[in-house]
């Protein structure tokens, strides 16, 4: 499984790649941020996001797109723009038909640190100790796009049986009659 991962962010989007299955060692196949200045206009901003995320898209050919679902934050206008380059980034794969899941903060963290309240160092350590990288990637975005990637892997597996246990229980179900004779 090939996962993008998308650190949302207006000023700097992280995005990584991690390829892996649960259970096995993963292998990052790239990771970064796109940038955009902070003086420009919003919609210049956004394009250059979409830009940078199709161009990931092109580049590593993901499977899969995790995305870290926006939070309540004190900031509205901080919480606004996440929400914006997070919408950016799903229309980005929906466009391309690719599976988009919203993992929180918490889940990431909990998922690669075991704690769901780790701190960013935390994570950063952890995600260079599960790739198996000589340093922890910079900024701080970068390396959580990779936690988000590695959470998808992790928890995609349960996540589809839980779907497919859920459906078969919606599905509708047709009345067996019994036939005497």
Known sequence: M???????GLTRCGV???EGVAGRPLRMLGVGVVRTPSDAELGERLVAIERGIEAWLDEYRPEFVAVERVFSQHNVRTVMGTAQASAVAMLCAA????PVALHTPS????????NGRAEKDQVGAMVTRLLRLDAPPKPADAADALALAICHIWRAPAINRLQQAHAAA??????VRKVTR
């Open 2 to 8: 090939r996962v993008l991962g998308v650190d949302p």
């Open 170 to 175: 919606r599905a509708p179900r047709i009345p």
């Open 107 to 114: 889940e990431v963290k909990a998922a690669v640190t075991g």
């Open 95 to 98: 466009r391309r038909g690719l």
């Open 16 to 18: 990584g790649v991690v």
